[in-house]
Every structure is written in structure tokens, then in C-alpha cells.
């Protein structure tokens, strides 16, 4: 549902998931009354109230998880760095390490964005089925945030393909005017996460920028498997 805007009907789901309809409304049916779950009055479901403190939990870990990663990136680089995850249509920070500079990036651990104008959601969007990057922007719209904001969907494909074929992602400026950020995906992880640092545009310069991918793809990769390992005891 969550990679689905939100909200399914029964049949969406027993496709989805290639489970029987029975099946199917026997478990939707036992997660509405969990508060997992709640219908809507068009008769679709939807994500329901008690997601809210398991996100807020399950945040709260990934951000303890991700520390170490963040640390050692703001160590070697300078910047600000960061972790995002795709939570239905939106970016959503779960986690950072402030940057020492006097003149630094600071972002809201919950903050909401868009992902078509930010370096973690073209990361993250990279790495997804096309017919899925399309309905995502259908629904959100694709606002403009800046001057430098991509707002042309085929604009944004070839942006898109160049990010996966160089594994990073940059934005210049296209959510907030003289910041600028690189950002890689997380791979094989239990969500869709992109880490990144991010600067003023004067201090992120191309030469950082070359730094900076490969220890983001380094700390990826161990954040990848730290998850991964968590996950196995689990």
C-alpha cells in the first residue's frame, strides 16, 4: 500500500501480492480492527493510525543504526549527511550529523519533501520500476521549489537513468537555492533509503563531490548490511 500512494482496493491487493481474495480480506480484515488498516468510504483501504508509532519507532532505530555511517561521512567530508527514506510519495529525513562549519546545512529529522527536486529521492527513484517513478509523479505533481527545479518529466527520466548508471544523485540547488547535495541509494535494504551530505553550493564542489561518492556508496553499503544483519537475528 505504501508504494502504492496509501490506498488499495481488495482486487489491487490479491493482484499485488498474488494471494487469493479470501485470503486477502481475512488479513485486511484482521488489520482494520488492529488500526493497521482503516476503509475508506469509497471502499478502498488505506494505511491507518497505528503506523504512526511504528514509524516513529522503526525511525527512531534506523537513525541510532545510521549514526555511525553519518559520523564518519561528516569526519572525512565536512558536509552535513543525512538519511532518507521514501515513506508513500514523499522523502522523509530520518536521521542526520550537522555539519561543524559555523555556515552549515541543517535539516529536520521528519521533514517532508518532495523527491523529484531532492538528491536522496532521484537516488531512490532510480533505483525504481519506471511505471512506478511515473505514477509517483503523477500524484505528487511535480511542484517547483526553486528556479532549478526539474518540473519536466522527461527531463527527469534521463536525469534518472544517468543517476543509475553513475550510481549518485545530485541536486543544485532544486529545493533550496544555494544548497547543494549528493546522495546515493542503500541497497538491499528493508526500505527505500538514500544517504547524502549536503553543503552550500560554494563548499560542495565538483571535487567534493568526487570524494564523496565513493565513501556514501562505502557507508551505504555497510548500512546495507548492518540492516540486513539485524534483520537475520530478528
Known sequence: MADHGGS????????ASNLPLPTIH?????????????QEPSRRYALGPRLIRLGESSSTM??????????HLVDELGESANLAMLDADQIVYV?????RHSMRMFTEVGRRVSPHCTAVGKAVLA????????EILQRTGMPQQTEHTITDPGVLAR????????????DDGEQELGVRCVAVAVPDAPARLALSISGPGTRVTDALVE???????DAARALSVELDGRAARA
Open 8 to 15: 488499495m482496493g481488495l482486487s489491487q491487493l490479491a493482484t
Open 26 to 38: 481475512r488479513i485486511v480484515r484482521t488489520l482494520v480492527d488492529l488500526g493497521y488498516l482503516r
Open 62 to 71: 534506523l537513525s541510532t543504526w545510521a549514526r555511525p555511517q553519518l559520523t
Open 95 to 99: 536521521a542526520q550529523v550537522p555539519s
Open 127 to 134: 533505483t525504481l520500476p519506471q511505471r512506478t517513478v511515473q
Open 159 to 170: 536525469q534518472l537513468e544517468l543517476t543509475a548508471e553513475r550510481g549518485y544523485a545530485i
Open 211 to 217: 570524494r564523496a561518492v565513493p565513501l556514501l556508496t
